[in-house]
């Protein structure tokens, strides 16, 4: 997205919550978008208070890190299963 805005090649960004866009230092963004002429445009503009913006981050980290280790139970056991009904073939020939 950055190179598409710094190549002139969108005019307008529209996104439904500002940290949808970028999750830190939206003013980065911001600013560059302004530097080359693209607008951003968010539907959503009620503000929240700093400790649900907190709270809102705290429970997203979790989420991604519960997700991440729910998968790597996945891939184990799914190794496991593998190698059970491959050992199990094995010893029937």
Do not use: W
């Amino acid at each position: 997205m950055i190179n598409m805005i710094t190549n002139s090649e969108v005019d307008k960004i529209v996104v439904l919550y500002k940290d949808r866009l970028i999750r830190f230092r939206y003013e980065l963004i911001e600013n560059l978008c302004n530097k080359y002429g693209t607008t951003i445009e968010i539907i959503d503009n009620t503000e929240k208070i700093e400790d649900q913006e907190l709270v809102e981050d705290l429970i997203q980290i979790v989420t991604v890190f519960s997700c991440r280790l729910q998968g790597k139970r996945a891939k184990k056991v799914k190794t496991m299963i593998k190698e059970l009904i491959e050992d199990d073939t094995c010893e029937e020939s």
